[in-house]
């Protein structure tokens, strides 16, 4: 699994590889360049744009500063509106309260709207591991489940994937799943979702349990928001009789008024529409309508780590609109594999190392993600200074100093004092502007590879607990980046 | 010591000390624009029809007749009706069998049922976007659902407002609310935007006033 994580095979044989990679950068290119149009046109259509950029930074960022209270008010407001509400401090935590939940439900398959928290904390894993199947039931998300594949963009998962492709797995995988899909199957984006409308609803009409995420909490009123196009939501959100929703801590807000910021920002940055076809909010549960058990499972998983340090925190404003995927010119030429994370392109780069430490090679490699063009901060939609944050990790990755780990204060040493990894990191510093340091970063980065630990030591050791390290991909990052440049000369 | 008070012990740590805040700025504008009520009516209908909804307009008398119609053109032989629709609004609509909104209903039942017919809470002129919130004029947020064609019928100009902060205020948050922008869609595949999914295929949206 962990190998698939990054998208990269492990041996890659070269001249099969070649056209993938063709493929690959042509899908994304047409993706992000289609998306990148349409939102400044959306955008533009507000002429009070960056007011309500301010303000949604300034609404973040005061909730950030008070997260206590607003976390405690809002427990007080789901509990009354009937819901229940648990703490979760790391991944582990949060997958054995998730499936104790459902164990106690009696029932051992659920369905899921596409959420990131819980990629994050690998649920479906640990769900699987206690004998529980859970359906993803976002189309991509499904085309990436079916694939034995891992997402590669926030807001389109499967966006690496092109309409042949997704056909042929509709073809060999859906059967194996439930429904098959209708022969013959033709690869008409119309005739693959409506075999994905056939394959979902026999799961959506019998199913008992739903997990989601949530893209908004209200403090005041204990209000839950998601916001989505294709109907699945709604299905997962209103037909189970318990609903699970798995949120990080960040992801609260004070009122219900601000939600008028959020709800004009969100959907233009992220699908460059005015507002997104569905969006769906509860409070507790209704009587008579939707889920009669609803539990909110409230993660941390390094978020208070991430709000301990003044500069880095910014980045738990981010609503995860995947605007500066969209724009980077790094993304775009290496896919949201390379970045090894659930949060790819800029965002992960400055999130992921933060969440997970810079333990490992792949996180301390994600700061040089980047070529500080700052295209990433013009789009952000709250504001969030990418470049600046990925210099100030780029300054504690190679030098050192304090960060704060399962609420610990400590020091890390430069690059962990891991002499190979010290050095990957001076090459990954290396390659993205001197292509010419390529090859002994890769001799560098082999070995880096061959000294993998299993688990981590010290502050990182909790992470792993959970989970298996992933592997150093056999082709990082920066290779892959300075490889492609290099074809595409 | 439980996560929770471990969680609420990390934030705490984390923020330190805490001064004095800057006012959250919203000098943001309440509504882009300046419009009559009809002016907002059409913009709802513009932007409705932009993300593909079916935009009907009639007056009190018109309605029935128009329902029937749009019923009959399906094909629909079952409408699902909230309990309190105005029963004059489908009396026209002699065909198709009305199923009402029961609790006791199954998901798999309500998945035979051809069309709904609801009215709404509001809609915002600015987005192309109608609200429901489970009044009994609505129903069950799983009736405009799980059937494959839903049929809204908004008020205007009483129940347009032109701006999402315009309609957050006159919402109440604890009733279970929807915002539906356009029917069902998805951009999964190549980004070419295909509609319907799971929900609803067919949104057709009635702007129900003085003509
Ligand atoms: S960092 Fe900003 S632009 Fe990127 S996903 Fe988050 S909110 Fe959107």
Redesign the interface.
């Known amino acids: 699994m962990s190998g698939t994580y990054l998208g990269m095979p492990a041996f890659p044989e070269a001249a099969r590889e070649a056209v993938r990679d063709g493929v690959l950068r042509a899908?994304l290119r047409?993706?992000t360049h289609?998306?990148r149009g349409k939102r400044a046109l959306a955008v533009a259509?507000?002429?009070?744009w960056d007011?309500?950029r301010?303000?949604g930074r300034?609404?973040k960022d005061?909730t950030?500063?008070?997260?206590?209270r607003y976390?405690?008010q809002l427990e007080a407001a789901v509990t009354a509106?009937g819901g229940t509400v648990h703490?979760?401090?790391d991944a582990e935590?949060a997958n054995r309260i998730v499936t104790e939940l459902v164990l106690a439900t009696g029932e051992r398959e659920l369905v899921k709207v596409k959420s990131m928290a819980t990629q994050e904390i690998g649920l479906n894993e640990a769900l699987q591991a206690a004998g529980i199947t859970a359906y993803e039931?976002?189309?991509?998300e499904l085309?990436v489940q079916l694939g034995h594949d891992r997402p590669s963009h926030i807001l389109?998962?499967?966006i690496h994937r092109?309409?042949g492709e997704?056909r042929d797995i509709f073809r060999t995988e859906m059967g194996r799943w439930g429904r098959p899909a209708p022969e013959p199957l033709g690869d008409d984006?119309?005739e693959?979702?409506e075999a994905?409308?056939l394959h979902?609803?026999e799961k959506?009409?019998?199913a008992e349990v739903a997990v989601s995420g949530a893209n908004f909490m209200?403090a005041e009123?204990g209000?839950m928001v998601v916001l989505e196009?294709?109907?699945?939501g709604?299905?997962c959100l209103?037909?189970p009789e318990t609903l699970i929703s798995v949120v990080g801590?960040e992801k609260v807000v004070p009122t219900?008024?601000d939600?008028?910021?959020f709800?004009?920002t969100l959907p233009r940055s992220s699908?460059a529409?005015?507002?997104?076809?569905?969006?769906?909010?509860?409070?507790g549960t209704?009587d008579?309508?939707?889920p009669s058990a609803f539990h909110l499972v409230?993660l941390?998983n390094g978020r208070?780590?991430t709000?301990?340090d003044p500069v880095g925190?910014q980045a738990l404003r981010c609503i995860r609109c995947s605007a500066c995927l969209n724009v980077c010119p790094v993304y775009e030429r290496a896919g949201g594999h390379a970045y090894g994370s659930v949060y790819p392109g800029p965002i992960g780069a400055i999130l992921s190392p933060q969440l997970r430490g810079t333990a490992d090679a792949i996180d301390a490699s994600l700061p040089y993600a980047s070529t500080l063009c700052g295209a990433c901060y013009e789009v952000c939609p709250v504001a969030i200074d990418i470049p600046e944050v990925l210099l100030h990790l780029r300054e504690r990755v190679a030098q050192g100093g304090p960060v704060?780990r399962d609420?610990i204060r400590v020091r890390i040493r430069p690059a962990h004092g891991h002499t190979a990894e010290r050095a990957a990191m001076r090459a990954a510093r290396l390659l993205l502007g001197h292509p010419g340091a390529l090859r002994a970063g890769e001799r560098l980065l082999a070995r880096a590879r061959r000294l993998r630990p299993r688990r981590l030591p010290g502050p990182g050791r909790a992470w792993t607990d959970s989970r298996e390290l992933p592997a150093v991909p056999a082709e990082s990052f920066r290779d892959w980046w300075a490889r492609e440049r290099e074809a595409c000369r | 010591m439980s996560s929770r008070d471990r969680i609420l012990a990390r934030v705490r740590r984390a923020v330190g000390e805490r001064g004095p805040e800057p006012e959250i700025p919203r000098d943001y504008l309440r509504v882009h624009g300046v419009r009559t009520p009809a002016e907002s009516t059409d913009l709802l209908a513009a932007h409705l029809a932009e993300y593909r909804a079916k935009v009907h307009r009639t007056d009190e008398d018109g309605l029935p007749p128009l329902l029937t119609r749009l019923l009959a053109e399906r094909g629909c032989e079952t409408v699902l009706v909230p309990p309190a629709l105005p029963p004059h609004w489908l009396a026209a609509a002699a065909g198709p069998v009305r199923i009402h909104d029961r609790a006791a209903s199954t998901p798999s039942e309500l998945d035979r049922v051809d069309s709904v017919v609801t009215g709404c809470a509001l809609a915002v002129a600015e987005t192309g976007t109608i609200v429901l919130d489970g009044g009994p004029d609505q129903g069950r947020r799983r009736i405009t659902l799980i059937p494959d064609h839903h049929i809204c019928v908004v008020r205007v100009p009483d129940q347009v407002v032109d701006s999402v902060p315009q309609a957050l205020e006159r919402l109440d948050p604890v009733r279970p609310l929807t915002w539906i922008s356009g029917p069902s869609a998805t951009s999964d595949i190549e980004l070419d935007r295909v509609e319907g999914v799971h929900g609803p295929r067919t949104l057709e949206v009635v702007l129900l006033g003085a003509q």
Do not use: C, K
């Open positions: 899908n047409h993706a289609t998306i259509e507000l002429a009070d007011r309500l301010a303000a300034a609404v005061h950030l500063r008070h997260l206590d976390l405690l509106a703490w979760a401090a935590e039931t976002d189309l991509a085309i389109v998962p499967a092109n309409r997704i984006p119309r693959l979702a994905a409308r979902l609803r959506f009409l019998r209200v009123t209000t196009s294709e109907g699945n709604r299905m209103t037909l801590v219900f008024r939600l008028e910021i709800l004009q699908t529409e005015r507002m997104n076809p569905y969006t769906t909010m509860w409070t209704t008579g309508d939707g409230l941390d208070t780590d709000l301990a925190r704060t609420g």
